[in-house]
């Protein structure tokens, strides 16, 4: 069965595209959004989540966390890198926002937090943070950047400590684009329609 795991920013169709996956090849779907809402800041539920979900026969994963995932990164058969434009993104973003909105489903109501993740969203698409999210990228990718080394669950939970949430929620997608290269061949960036439909492609030769 087939093991996907779906990383991208705000508004770049995460959530979609996993709910599509998992309809056509059916295998479990998890928002790991709904990690958080459960596990709050208790680094080591994630950790344990993590583990638990990758260790599954078949399924599809998604959100933009970093770090703590790496148990599905491994056991993953395609990593799939999702990228849009700040435009694309800030549109669907407000899209969204308002339909939820509507339909009283919004987590997030109000405009105050429309603008933070607007905002969020926007350094993240145009690689901005502050000087020391800089600074801890810098540190995480001079001390980790290219190891292969097995991550237990002790170890990964030393790492969430020590870098924090500025270095976990995937602050730039530059970093994202670094941090994924180990994993490499078998990342796939998916930037527009025809990467998508050769993605699904793909996953049903697979299949």
């Not at 998992?22 to 208790?42: C, E, R, T, V």
């Not at 399924?59 to 890198?81: K, Q």
């Not at 969020?120 to 800089?134: I, V």
Request: charged fraction near 25%; glycine fraction near 6%; charge should be neutral.
């Amino acid at each position: 069965m087939l093991k996907i795991h779906i990383i991208g920013g705000p508004g770049s169709g995460k959530t979609t595209l996993g709910q599509e996956i998992a309809s056509k090849f059916n295998i479990p779907h998890y928002d790991l959004d709904q990690l958080g809402w459960k596990n709050g800041i208790d680094h080591a539920a994630y950790v344990k989540d993590a583990f638990e979900i990758a260790q599954q026969p078949g399924w599809v994963t998604e959100n933009i966390g970093l770090i703590w995932v790496d148990p599905l990164l491994v056991e993953a058969n395609y990593i799939v890198f999702l990228e849009v434009s700040w435009p694309v993104a800030a549109w669907r973003i407000i899209r969204r926002h308002i339909y939820k909105s509507l339909q009283g489903t919004n987590q997030y109501p109000g405009i105050k937090s429309l603008w933070l993740l607007l905002k969020g969203t926007h350094d993240y698409c145009l690689n901005k943070c502050s000087a020391d999210t800089a600074r801890s990228i810098a540190r995480y990718l001079e001390e980790h950047e290219g190891s292969t080394e097995p991550l237990d669950a002790a170890r990964l939970l030393a790492r969430l400590e020590k870098y924090g949430l500025e270095i976990i929620l995937a602050p730039t997608e530059e970093f994202v684009r670094r941090y994924l290269e180990k994993y490499q061949p078998k990342v796939i960036r998916v930037r527009n329609n025809a990467d998508r439909r050769h993605l699904l492609e793909l996953l049903a030769q697979r299949q």
